[in-house]
């Protein structure tokens, strides 16, 4: 039997039939497109693509800050039957050089100011256009933006403007999306993500993470090369907006304004974004309700988000939020701690929920197994494994790294935590940041946690340092809130109050901030490189 058709694409087609002249994309308030010109132009762009000689498979990269024509790119790239290559916009040039090298991508789309801060120049590929640019008029056949478009955008009935560029038909198994780690370890090994992968992701938005209806917007703050670009997906399903803020990335006091104007909107966040929301909303005294006309769902995750934090956001900003845990490996799908187990406070284990990572998500399983891959007791840490259609095809020109990522259809994740009698997973660690001192596991997100509810401790980032007698000590770095003095002393004191006396930090560092990528996870490696 042969294997299913399947192309994302169709999604996109499917609305612009459907509903044409409904708005879909926005550059701040500013209309851009409306679903029929989204898919007009991304099938003028396609067409482009396939005049130019790219082949169903070919790789198009993406170093782009947030912009409105990510969106057009991607599709565009899909409605060719491409896969679409996207790159970290923070990325050093000759880092994305390698990536687009590595991913042997034929065309490669940048906004011009994050190639120019170097003076280097990107190669490589036949063709590297500005979307900024003149060229990417030419490609699109039309205007960058079109100020003059009224609330419906002037959009045409699509038998008008007739779709004369078929959708390149893909099987569901085929390269969409090759999205490369963050290569802390050596260089970033590229995420073979297919078409069902996204599909299943998309579906499982609604199963798992939140309802989406055509009034809402989902906003762009998040990096559009990680998982906030591939939640596009479920929102064009229901037929929503997507709206790039006009600062291209994450201002509160900007997204708390286009939330008042354009409705209370959605997003992916990092937990330093919900941190710094969270913050606004305190320091503007807003009330959990005005909060909510700016906000329906922030759904968090990509790092830790520990109980305390979570507590404030839900004490100052209301029932907004949702957690999902997942990997590039398995994008945006793993667990779920939904709206109302965060809400259950009269819920006996609603504290250890909280600081969990919540169920497995509809389309996965998952385990918690020890290092010979053999299923732990309940409340034994080990190493999380997913399996489900989510989960990658696997590494790009690297076999033998897939073969030991997926065994026998299981991702071994590199995560450690544990599963509760409920099915709730409480991730401890990533395996790599375990710390062995004289024979015994320490996790440092047990001893962070701890941590943070010292008085004037704004973050905390806990750390191994080779000892030449215990193997490993503990080492925390901490940043003061703004205005405060920590004393070791007193955090010294809580750790002996809360954790075993072997667990607590042998050295404290106190550091005006932490090092982050642009995801707001806290590069650890960077800061063992600190200790030697």
């Known amino acids: 039997m042969p294997e299913p058709e399947l192309n994302l694409a169709h999604l996109l087609q499917r609305q612009a039939r459907l509903a044409p002249e409904c708005p879909a994309i926005f550059l701040g308030t500013q209309g851009v497109a409306?679903?029929?010109?989204?898919?007009?132009?991304?099938?003028?762009?396609?067409?482009?693509?396939?005049?130019?000689?790219?082949?169903?498979?070919?790789?198009?990269?993406?170093?782009?800050?947030?912009?409105?024509?990510?969106?057009?790119?991607?599709?565009g790239a899909w409605w060719a039957g491409l896969a679409v290559v996207p790159i970290n916009a923070k990325l050093h040039v000759r880092e994305a050089q390698w990536i687009i090298d590595n991913a042997q991508a034929r065309w490669t789309f940048v906004t011009a100011d994050i190639t120019s801060d170097t003076g280097e120049h990107l190669t490589g590929s036949e063709r590297i256009v500005d979307v900024d640019g003149p060229e990417a008029d030419v490609l699109w056949q039309g205007p960058r933006l079109n100020p003059t478009l009224n609330p419906a955008f002037g959009a045409t009935h699509p038998n008008e403007t007739p779709f004369d560029t078929p959708i390149t038909e893909r099987r569901r198994d085929d390269l969409a999306w090759l999205f490369y780690t963050s290569?802390?370890?050596?260089?970033?090994?590229?995420?073979?993500?297919?078409?069902?992968?996204?599909?299943?992701?998309?579906?499982?938005?609604?199963?798992?993470?939140?309802?989406?209806?055509?009034?809402?917007?989902?906003?762009?703050?998040?990096?559009?090369?990680?998982g906030a670009g591939i939640y596009a997906i479920p929102h064009l399903m229901a037929g929503a907006r997507h709206m790039v803020p006009p600062s291209g990335g994450f201002d509160p006091a900007e997204l708390f304004a286009l939330g008042q104007q354009l409705g209370p909107l959605s997003l992916f966040a990092a937990p330093t974004i919900v941190k710094r929301l969270v913050d606004h909303a305190e320091q503007t005294a807003l009330s959990a309700s005005a909060c909510g006309q700016s906000f329906k769902t922030v759904v968090y995750g990509g790092a830790p988000m520990y109980a305390a934090d979570i507590q404030r956001a839900l004490r100052v900003m209301g029932p907004r939020f949702v957690q999902i845990y997942g990997q590039g490996e398995s994008p945006m799908v793993g667990t779920a701690l939904s709206r109302h187990h965060l809400q259950d406070t009269a819920h006996p284990r609603h504290a250890e929920?909280?600081?969990?990572?919540?169920?497995?998500?509809?389309?996965?399983?998952?385990?918690?197994?020890?290092?010979?891959?053999?299923?732990?007791?309940?409340?034994?840490?080990?190493?999380?494994?997913?399996?489900?259609?989510?989960?990658?095809?696997?590494?790009?020109?690297?076999?033998?790294?897939?073969?030991?990522?997926?065994?026998?259809?299981?991702?071994?994740?590199?995560?450690?935590g544990c599963l509760d009698a409920d099915g709730f997973l409480t991730l401890k660690d990533r395996s790599k940041d375990l710390i062995?001192?004289?024979?015994?596991?320490i996790y440092p997100r047990e001893i962070e946690e701890v941590l943070l509810h010292a008085p004037g401790v704004a973050e905390v980032a806990v750390v191994g340092a080779p000892d030449a007698e215990w193997g490993e000590v503990v080492v925390a770095f901490v940043v003061p809130q703004a205005g405060h003095t920590i004393e070791t002393a007193v955090l010294d004191a809580l750790c002996l109050q809360e954790i075993a006396r072997f667990k607590r930090p042998k050295r404290y560092e106190i550091v005006t901030s932490l090092p982050k990528n642009n995801y707001g996870k806290v590069l650890k490696t960077e800061l063992r490189q600190r200790l030697g």
């Open 183 to 226: 290569g802390t370890t050596g260089r970033p090994k590229g995420v073979m993500i297919t078409h069902h992968n996204l599909m299943t992701m998309g579906l499982a938005y609604f199963t798992d993470v939140d309802a989406i209806s055509p009034q809402d917007c989902i906003a762009y703050a998040a990096p559009m090369s990680h």
């Open 436 to 441: 062995i001192s004289g024979g015994s596991n």
């Open 34 to 75: 409306t679903h029929g010109q989204w898919a007009q132009r991304c099938q003028r762009l396609a067409a482009q693509f396939q005049a130019a000689g790219l082949q169903p498979g070919d790789r198009v990269a993406l170093f782009m800050r947030n912009h409105v024509r990510y969106l057009e790119v991607m599709f």
């Open 353 to 416: 929920r909280l600081a969990s990572v919540g169920v497995a998500q509809t389309p996965v399983r998952i385990r918690v197994t020890d290092a010979q891959g053999q299923d732990l007791p309940l409340g034994e840490v080990g190493e999380v494994l997913i399996q489900g259609d989510s989960v990658m095809a696997g590494y790009w020109r690297n076999p033998e790294a897939t073969a030991h990522a997926i065994q026998n259809d299981w991702l071994f994740t590199g995560d450690m």
